[in-house]
């Protein structure tokens, strides 16, 4: 072969002609982190769901391997083709064809044979855990494994849906296949790949799009700098303002004006005129990573004006970031512009659909008048990004972020903004931002919602966002955001669709009750976690009544994705099997990391609790529940079923709380 060929291909083709693939020693290791694998997984469910016609994953490069016939380098794409092996093997069924060719690995690995031993060790083990010490060193793709694993056992609980779900990737998930000649230069082809510039996005698209509709020049370049400003989502929108005027004082000066309840855009548009002095000057990108010295010494315009005040605490100085992607973000304002204007609905969230989506909602194609459709497309174009601005900022002052509390250790935190002033008596006001105790549990219980839903979409938050636009308080938020995920999470409502439900809190708080019920059935692994999650915020809430307060009142909320028994059920020694009526029961289970459910895994009771007394004792919490199991010294079927007894009555105990709220 001596030109490049491309070749639109599904894992059905390739398992059809036999491909084998190999990783070439230049590449990298497997790097995705949980993110990008429940990503991809996610997408290809909602495209599932949505009987897509095909689902494309992009583009891979090829070329030929010698040592192995029919097979093909991986020059770009291992990250993607490795995580769809793993999910293959997790899926089985007609895709265990996908994992091997003739009884080999379909996927080769040069010079790394312990990544080949350990992808023939899944093709053979079926525990839940490895097992083995020996692949210690691959952490990523093990975790990845696991990961998928819990997505599938979350989300295609129905075997129908599993089924569903296999045939799509089967024959729909498709990717161009690019082979290029042996003869071309693999190294600089490579290192061309890793350093190639990033495509506009379609958030930069839709910007252009909607700022063309405006006509008059200046108003056009206010209505892009507030775009830019909600556009940086791993910062705060007050300092990203800043950044976009070159003044933190003017921003805090004029704060109260736009995000009022009234908001009066006259005071917007006032600071983002981008009138500039002589003693003006651009930051560069050192100025804002410097942060503290540069703002603080010079200033951001060569001024006083200092961006941080000059007593600002080291917790103003950690780094944030977002969430949501700013595609998510705007397609929960778009749900929220078109609930406002039509009572209407986008048919999902879905990020890498985000021109087609505002194409068919935005645009006002309806109009056949020209001059009415310039009108009216610019009204929209307006009203629509006023809207972001006032989203953007609920969305900052109400919901949580990742915090970066030291090197190893982020956390969701809301952080309060407030005016402050540099002088006693005098007018330099800035805004500062600050760690508030009393916002834990509105920050706990989106955590719960953040880890139990799906990090692509997280539509809760459009109604929450919808509620606070005109009830800005955080008395408000927290009430409101309790009734919310009672009505969409805890009320047996899944048959009838989480956007459907979500539009119906935006229009008034449905008449539907939570219930229980669920906790009463035998699911053992195959439990919903989010009820695990909501078990832990109700156990926090309800920590006064469980003489837990000086215990639990610094707890926080990590992603946890493995089901544990309690009581094993496979026990080292068989008479450690404590639980038989209740091993599957919700009062046998708890919700941990895969490395604790590892570490724990057939241990008996006696052993769990020990470990577990360890780790507490050294400021280390696996789970409230599980303190509140481990706190007693022995198990049974009788102890677990009182626990699961007062697991629920304290559920609807918080249950009548709220409604009264």
């Not at 024959?171 to 190639?196: A, G, H, Y």
């Not at 507030?226 to 300092?239: F, H, K, Q």
């Not at 068989?574 to 209740?582: A, H, M, S, V, Y």
């Amino acid at each position: 072969m001596d030109k490049v060929e491309s070749k639109l291909c599904t894992l059905k083709s390739i398992i059809d002609n036999d491909k084998r693939f190999n990783i070439p020693r230049y590449q990298r290791l497997f790097v995705w982190e949980d993110e990008q694998v429940k990503t991809l997984f996610n997408d290809i469910l909602t495209a599932t769901r949505s009987k897509k016609e095909l689902y494309y994953i992009g583009g891979i490069i090829t070329v030929e391997y010698p040592k192995i016939d029919n097979c093909y380098d991986l020059v770009d794409g291992q990250q993607r083709f490795t995580t769809l092996w793993l999910l293959a093997n997790e899926l089985g069924a007609e895709l265990e064809s996908f994992t091997r060719v003739n009884g080999d690995l379909r996927l080769n690995f040069s010079i790394r044979k312990n990544v080949e031993d350990y992808l023939n060790h899944l093709l053979v083990e079926t525990t839940s855990e490895e097992g083995s010490k020996e692949f210690d060193d691959l952490v990523r793709i093990s975790k990845a494994r696991n990961t998928l694993r819990s997505l599938i056992t979350e989300n295609l609980r129905n075997p129908d849906d599993k089924k569903s779900f296999i045939e799509f990737v089967l024959n729909k998930l498709q990717m161009v296949i690019t082979q290029v000649p042996p003869s071309s230069d693999l190294n600089k082809l490579f290192e061309t790949l890793n350093n190639r510039g990033v495509q506009l996005s379609q958030h930069e698209i839709l910007k252009a799009r909607l700022l063309s509709k405006i006509d008059n020049k200046n108003q056009r370049y206010r209505y892009s700098l507030i775009w830019n400003a909600c556009s940086d989502m791993d910062n705060y929108l007050e300092r990203s303002i800043s950044y976009e005027v070159g003044s933190a004082k003017e921003v805090a000066n004029s704060y109260d004006y736009w995000t009022t309840q009234k908001h009066n855009w006259q005071k917007v548009t006032d600071l983002l005129k981008g009138k500039k002095t002589k003693k003006n000057k651009l930051l560069s990108l050192q100025d804002i990573l410097n942060k503290r010295g540069s703002f603080i010494e010079e200033g951001v315009n060569g001024t006083n004006d200092e961006f941080f005040h000059p007593n600002a605490s080291d917790d103003e100085f950690e780094k944030v970031r977002s969430i949501l992607t700013f595609p998510q973000l705007l397609l929960h304002t778009l749900r929220i512009y078109l609930f406002q204007n039509d009572k209407k609905d986008i048919q999902r969230i879905n990020g890498k659909e985000l021109l087609s989506i505002f194409s068919n909602h935005i645009f006002c194609e309806k109009y056949t008048n020209e001059d009415k459709k310039v009108k009216m497309q610019r009204k929209e174009s307006i009203a629509f990004i006023e809207l972001l601005l006032r989203v953007r900022e609920v969305f900052d002052k109400y919901v949580i972020k990742w915090v970066e509390e030291n090197e190893n250790n982020e956390t969701h935190l809301i952080k309060k903004v407030y005016k402050h002033n540099q002088k006693k008596g005098g007018r330099s006001w800035y805004l500062r931002r600050q760690k508030i105790k009393e916002f834990d549990g509105l920050a706990l219980l989106q955590s719960v919602l953040y880890h139990s839903q799906q990090n692509t979409t997280q539509y809760w938050l459009t109604p929450f966002l919808y509620y606070l636009l005109d009830h800005p308080s955080f008395k408000d938020a927290y009430i409101d955001l309790k009734k919310t995920d009672n009505i969409l999470f805890s009320s047996n409502q899944e048959h009838r669709g989480l956007p459907k439900r979500t539009m119906e809190c935006m229009d008034d708080y449905p008449a539907i009750k939570p219930t229980t019920e669920i906790l009463n059935e035998s699911f053992g692994t195959n439990f919903p976690h989010y009820w695990f999650y909501k078990m832990e915020f109700v156990l926090w809430h309800e920590r006064d009544k469980l003489d837990k307060a000086e215990e639990w009142g610094d707890y926080k909320m990590t992603a946890r994705n493995s089901v544990e028994h309690i009581s094993p059920q496979n026990p080292r020694d068989p008479k450690d099997k404590l639980c038989i009526t209740e091993l599957d029961n919700f009062g046998n289970l708890v919700l941990v990391t895969r490395s604790i459910n590892s570490e724990y895994s057939d241990l008996a009771y006696i052993e769990k609790r020990a470990k577990f007394e360890n780790k507490k004792s050294s400021g280390r919490l696996d789970s409230l529940k599980s303190d509140l199991i481990y706190g007693h010294r022995g198990w049974n079927d009788n102890i677990s079923k009182k626990h699961q007894g007062n697991m629920i009555t304290l559920m609807e105990s918080y249950f009548n709380i709220v409604n009264n709220e």
